[in-house]
């Protein structure tokens, strides 16, 4: 079973270097909304999605966190692109069920049988494979255990459009089974993907797109003020000269990395890692950012 089971997808696995989390008081609106959701769920299924660089991955990794400090976590699967097995399929219901055994021990002795009865199971389509891994041997188990939550992260990154909408589907038709399992899935709103989701019925999922009501604006500027600081700090306890004017950046500078991040956080955190580069002085560096943006705008003077 070892070699159908992809450890890099848990969402604390030690072969990702620096993986994405909130930062500290950024996302706050998402991340209640998204618990709220899973004390008390009103569908079995979240969709999370928005364009690429909005957070959606440091959202998904943070709230497993939060899950499994609170011990509600059930399992997780950070897709990557090309973590597909030999057959073209991913790994992904053997790898949820290995982490599901965990938190259901009574599990394993009906996983163990569906094994002995057919080696194979792991090759077999994803209909299949979540069929005789995950519903058959939660449905002998029936012991009212409490819902866990399962987080499935970055389905576009699975191979094969045709895949993900395949996975989705397979997701939401767990609703007739009433397993002991809630689903939250992040994405970017893939054609396959939407189509999926657009054809459940309203009852069986929730959604959270990750647009202004949540207001990215604020976190987006919390981060940029609060990594200044910190670089700007540094910058004085490594004796690097003063920069010439205080506060820094300036207020209106601030706004400007706001807007131009448009919601974007990965925006955001380039600027930051940029500026913070160990060549040349900080100011120096976001001076040469803003000249860039706000380039246009002299020209037209």
Known sequence: MREYIYTDAYHDSGARRDPSRCYPGTREAALKTILDWAQCPTSHCLWLYGPAGTGKSAIARTFSELCNQDK???????????????????PL?????????SVFPGLKEHLWEVIRLDRMIFTRSLRTQLD???????LKLADGSAPAVVVINGLDECDGDSIQGEIVRLILSLKRHSLPLIFLISSRPESEIRRAFESSPCSSLARIPLDKTLHPDRDIRHFLVSEFERIYQQSVRIGMPPVSQLPWPLAKDIETLVE????????????????????????????????????????SQ
């Not at 990557?80 to 030999?86: D, E, F, I, L």
């Not at 219901?93 to 055994?101: C, D, V």
């Not at 005789?132 to 939660?138: D, E, G, M, Y």
């Open 260 to 299: 131009k991040s448009s919601g974007h956080f990965i925006y955001a955190a380039t600027v930051i890692r940029f500026v913070q580069e160990d060549h040349g002085h900080p100011m120096d560096r976001l001076d040469a950012i803003l000249d860039i943006l706000l380039r246009p705008a002299n020209a």
């Open 93 to 101: 219901f053997s790898t949820l069920i290995h982490q599901l055994m």
């Open 72 to 90: 509600t976590l059930g399992a997780t699967y950070f897709f990557t692109r090309g973590s597909n097995t030999s057959s073209g399929l991913p």
């Open 132 to 138: 005789k891994l995950i519903v058959q041997p939660f």
